[in-house]
């Protein structure tokens, strides 16, 4: 059998319930991790990651569906016999051994001892970058620096894979991104297989490969940051994903994916379908605030708008501007700080079809797509 | 107005204070009464007026029948401990990975032999075992002060168990621990001085247990508590008063190891966390 060519971790059909009758916090579960591969599970909070994540480490079971791992099922394969490194929110280190003593664990239930049990130790503490603190206690050392021993000891023991459960949520901004960028080194320089879950957008579009958006428990959208971010599947993803303008319209003509609609206002512009509607269709069209251009005349290339500022809010490193349309509606745009505009001022806003997206009205949460 | 309050407040602080230390020397008194006795010269239970004296420890470790009731006490409380401890700990291990609606059920009939009354569970023991031949032997004595002492250890056990994070569990699963060593390896260092601190309850619940005693144990399994209750009926001595002291000394110093242990065992799951400064 060509082996190679499946997938390291393979998810078919998994569904889970945790009690009959209960919805489902995983449903329709198909999905497959390559070798090598950073894939993060995105989701907002109770969407299902964490429960994908445990049955693949064996805490839980499926309540449908089968889990594979290089082709063969896990579904008898306990826990300790599973070989993923798994890290946890809230490092789960065992505060009655020294640093060292939790990564020699995982070797010493493996019959590693001695001499080639601590110069692995040591590699693994040079690899986070914590020579030295091997004798210190779990309780000795800051949020980052247990993350970091949490992670040498999902390490150590060369796992085929390596799960982690919102790894830093736990650790301020500013270490965080910090230990993000380690994190990204170390999986390059050994080639790992990550599966990550966050509920962070931005942590999601720097680490991965591929991410998948989850939502009810299902997988909305599968692809890499730029896909995801730049051609959101559906409204959910969408909105979940950096901010959006979500306008009201209806469906004038499709052809292929390009539409014209008619916003709430009667205006009527050109945009991309995300799907096929028939004429008359309630859908909402999906608009960045970053990719509205705006001008004193109107805009060549684009759909094309005419509105006034409402009102300005300053960013820092750039403004938003809430703009009125003529004809009803309203939406954000964003512009550099040094632009001079200021409320009451009339201007000409407009997009390329290729950055607003058109989804069905109904859909936000539940279309049980995926890709498109 | 204000002064006026104040003084009353001065006032009802007084009368708390005052109100306290009669609860106190009310429930400390009596107890501390028998040091005194035990430390008189004379020949009778009264308060020492001359000297004091060492006499009636002297005689306590001279009498054959005082040493052997010390001697019986002690191996029944070890063997009791030995028995209570680590069915207790298993018990509590079992319950702390209960998810069922079963569970206050069960924790109900654990400790079910603390709140019935013990006498009840006195003759209920003594007609279990009397057809069984397990009365008039330490045999008999050492199951029923197990059954006693277990849920002590259940309790104190689940307790630290309960405040454990299930993650360190899972994450020794994940790092390739089999369930034995899980437990060996992380569950009992972290739960140890909660299973040591319910081992001193179990050894003391079956050191200083009477009722059962008096109705399972033979003439051969004289406890020292059994000596006491007839020494005070037959020939009332200071000797008796001595036992009692070396009864509350050795009690204090297990109560006090026991809560030893407790804090331990809490500073040791929850681990003071370090501020958050650089990585
Ligand atoms: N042990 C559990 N028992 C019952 N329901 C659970 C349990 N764990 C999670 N759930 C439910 O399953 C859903 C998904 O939860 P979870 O996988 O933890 O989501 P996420 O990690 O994305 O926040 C939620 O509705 C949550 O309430
Ligand atoms: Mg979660």
Redesign the interface.
């Given at each position: 059998m060509a082996v190679s060519a499946s997938p390291l971790v393979e998810f078919r059909g998994v569904e889970k319930r945790y009690a009959a009758g209960a919805a489902a916090a995983v449903a329709g579960l198909d999905l497959a991790v390559e070798r090598g591969e950073f894939l993060t599970l995105l989701g907002p909070s109770g969407s299902g990651k964490t429960t994908t994540l445990m049955m693949l480490a064996g805490f839980e079971t499926p309540s449908e569906g089968d889990i594979y791992l290089d082709g063969r099922s896990l579904a008898d394969r306990p826990p300790h016999k599973r070989n993923m490194g798994v890290v946890f929110q809230n490092y789960a280190l065992f505060p009655h051994m020294s640093v060292a003593g939790n990564i020699a664990f995982p070797l010493r239930v493996r019959g590693i001892r001695g001499a080639d049990a601590a110069a692995k130790v040591e590699a693994a503490l040079a690899l986070v970058r914590l020579e030295g603190l091997g004798d210190r206690r779990p309780d000795a050392l800051s949020g980052g620096q247990r993350q970091r021993v949490a992670l040498a000891r999902a390490l150590v023991f060369e796992p085929d894979l390596v799960l982690m459960d919102e790894p830093l949520g736990a650790l301020d901004r500013q270490l965080r991104e910090h230990l993000q960028i380690e994190i990204k080194r170390i999986q390059r320089a050994l080639g790992l297989t990550i599966l990550y879950v966050t509920h962070d957008q931005s942590e999601a579009l720097t680490l991965s490969d591929r991410i998948a958006v989850f939502a009810d428990g299902r997988v909305q959208q599968l692809g890499p940051p730029d896909t995801i971010y730049e051609r959101p599947a559906n409204a959910f993803v969408a909105g979940f994903m950096g901010e959006n303008n979500r306008l009201a319209a209806t469906v004038i003509t499709q052809q292929g994916d390009q539409c014209a609609i008619r916003l709430a206002g009667g205006q009527i512009v050109r945009a991309t379908a995300a799907a096929t509607f028939t004429p008359g269709t309630a859908v909402v069209a999906a608009i960045r605030p970053e990719h509205i251009e705006m001008g004193e005349q109107p805009l060549p290339c684009c759909n094309a708008l005419d509105g006034r500022v409402d009102q300005l809010v300053y960013h820092g490193d750039h403004r938003r501007i809430h703009v009125g349309l003529d004809g009803g509606g309203s939406l954000i745009a964003r512009v550099s700080a040094d632009r001079d505009v200021k409320p009451g001022d009339r201007l000409a806003i407009g997009w390329c079809t290729d950055r607003c997206f058109v989804f069905p009205a109904a859909d936000g949460s539940n279309p049980g797509g995926e890709g498109s | 107005m204000i002064a006026v309050r104040s003084r009353s407040g001065r006032l009802g602080r007084a009368a708390l204070i005052a109100f306290c230390a009669l609860v106190f020397a009310f429930l400390v008194l009596p107890i501390l009464a028998v040091v005194p006795l035990s430390l008189n010269p004379g020949g009778f239970l009264v308060f020492p007026e001359g000297g004091l004296s060492l006499r009636w420890y002297r005689t306590l470790a001279d009498s054959p029948q005082w040493t052997h009731a010390f001697g019986n006490s002690f191996k029944i409380a070890v063997a009791t401990t030995a028995i209570a401890t680590p069915l207790g700990t298993l018990a509590a291990i079992g319950l702390s990975h209960m998810r069922s609606r079963a569970k206050p059920v069960i924790v109900a009939l654990i400790s079910a032999p603390l709140v019935m009354p013990i006498v009840v569970v006195a003759v209920a023991f003594y007609f279990l075992f009397a057809p069984l031949g397990l009365v008039n032997g330490p045999v008999g004595l050492v199951i029923a002060h197990s059954a006693l002492a277990l849920p002590f250890v259940v309790i104190v056990v689940h307790a630290s168990l309960s405040g454990l994070?299930p993650?360190?569990l899972?994450?020794?699963?994940?790092?390739?621990?089999?369930?034995l060593?899980q437990l060996v390896?992380?569950l009992a260092?972290?739960a140890a001085p909660g299973i040591a601190a319910g081992a001193v309850f179990a050894f003391m619940t079956s050191f200083d247990e009477t009722t059962v005693a008096l109705f399972i144990a033979g003439p051969e399994q004289r406890t020292l508590p059994i000596q006491m209750f007839e020494g005070v009926r037959e020939q009332i001595s200071p000797a008796i008063a001595a036992a009692a002291t070396l009864l509350i000394v050795a009690s204090t110093l297990l109560l006090g190891t026991a809560e030893l242990l407790r804090r331990r065992g809490e500073r040791?799951?929850t681990?003071?966390?370090?501020?958050?400064?650089?990585?």
């Open positions: - | 994070d993650d360190l899972r994450a020794a699963a994940s790092l390739g621990a089999p369930p060593t390896r992380v260092p972290l040791l799951r681990g003071s966390a370090a501020p958050d400064v650089g990585a």
